[in-house]
């Protein structure tokens, strides 16, 4: 049986918020960081499910490829970024975006 | 109801809840690893759409690698409880609002205004999602991205190699 695609986008626009919410309320880079890769996912979540409606299997399997390309561009992603706060931590001693204000070292 | 739907409610349950924990935690490492079992619940969502390789990938990957590179910078700086005195005021609050605003754009636009012109998901049989069809896929259509895609993940190896590099302990 097959789930409705209403609900799948559904359940990928609430995490997608919880994202967004997330990167505006918290301060810890980290946090940030990762609310940043919850995110990621819910579009790999609505990418997933469009990629089962395209008539053709061959076709549709694109989608699946994406996601596949999207994920290896977010470890890339990762580890620069991780790279980068733990540069701003040796410089300033905090990961606290409000402390990091200045791009002067 | 039927059990994929039944199966899929629990898990976007789950996803939702660990999301909503993973941000109102105050430690860290707890996000972190509240974080984990999300990836590995919309791993489990992956399988049932179909998506065999796609799920094993997220797991591996996502829950596996990228996760334990996180809980190692935040063990390494020591980074758990990091946030002390609040500065933002009217902006939370503000921040909360917004982003009701646009679940409630989101699930109007879904499920009342636009949702008879989504497409319709079709029913596959045999290998639809399977490592093999998306390995013939990957190597037949996607091979230049492929490439690309080695030449990116050894960019940012070589870039986060000279952001972490000591330079005062190099010129002495």
Same mark, same amino acid.
């Given at each position: 049986m097959i789930i409705p695609i209403q609900y799948l986008l559904a359940l990928s626009g609430i995490l997608f918020v919880l994202g967004v919410l997330g990167v505006l309320i918290r301060r810890n880079a980290i946090v940030i960081f990762m609310s940043i890769e919850l995110m990621l996912n819910a579009a790999n979540l609505a990418l997933i499910s469009f990629a089962r409606t395209i008539a053709p299997a061959e076709a549709g399997l694109g989608g699946q490829v994406m996601v596949f390309f999207i994920i290896a561009v977010a470890a890339a992603e990762v580890a620069v970024g991780l790279a980068l706060i733990v540069t701003i931590f040796k410089l300033r001693h905090s990961i606290d975006v409000d402390q990091v204000h200045t791009l002067k070292g | 109801m039927n059990m994929d739907l039944i199966l899929f409610l629990t898990l976007a349950a789950v996803a939702v809840i660990t999301a909503v924990s993973m941000i109102a935690s105050?430690?860290?490492?707890?996000?972190?690893?509240? =974080?984990?079992?999300?990836?590995?619940?919309?791993?489990?969502?992956?399988?049932?759409?179909?998506?065999? !390789?796609?799920?094993?990938?997220?797991?591996?990957? #996502?829950?596996?690698?990228?996760?334990?590179?996180?809980?190692?910078?935040?063990?390494?700086? /020591?980074? +758990?409880?990091?946030?002390? @005195?609040?500065?933002?005021?009217?902006?939370?609050?503000?921040?909360?609002?917004? /982003? !009701? %605003?646009?679940?409630?754009?989101?699930? #109007?636009?879904?499920?009342?205004?636009?949702? /008879?012109?989504?497409? %319709? %998901?079709?029913?596959? @049989? /045999?290998?639809?999602?399977?490592?093999?069809?998306?390995?013939?896929?990957?190597?037949? $259509? #996607?091979?230049?991205?492929?490439?690309?895609? $080695?030449?990116? =993940?050894?960019?940012?190896?070589?870039?986060?190699?000279?952001?972490?590099?000591? @330079?005062?302990? +190099?010129?002495?």
């Open positions: - | 105050r430690n860290a490492i707890y996000s972190a690893l509240f =974080l984990v079992l999300n990836f590995i619940t919309i791993a489990a969502i992956y399988l049932l759409l179909d998506a065999a !390789f796609i799920a094993m990938v997220q797991i591996t990957v #996502y829950a596996g690698a990228i996760m334990v590179l996180f809980l190692f910078v935040i063990m390494l700086l /020591g980074a +758990e409880r990091v946030e002390a @005195e609040t500065r933002l005021t009217w902006q939370r609050p503000l921040s909360l609002v917004l /982003g !009701f %605003v646009l679940l409630a754009e989101m699930v #109007y636009l879904l499920f009342f205004h636009g949702g /008879g012109s989504l497409p %319709v %998901v079709h029913e596959f @049989e /045999g290998a639809f999602g399977s490592p093999r069809s998306i390995g013939l896929v990957l190597f037949d $259509s #996607y091979l230049l991205p492929f490439e690309v895609a $080695s030449v990116l =993940l050894l960019v940012a190896m070589v870039g986060a190699i000279l952001l972490v590099r000591d @330079e005062r302990k +190099e010129a002495s």
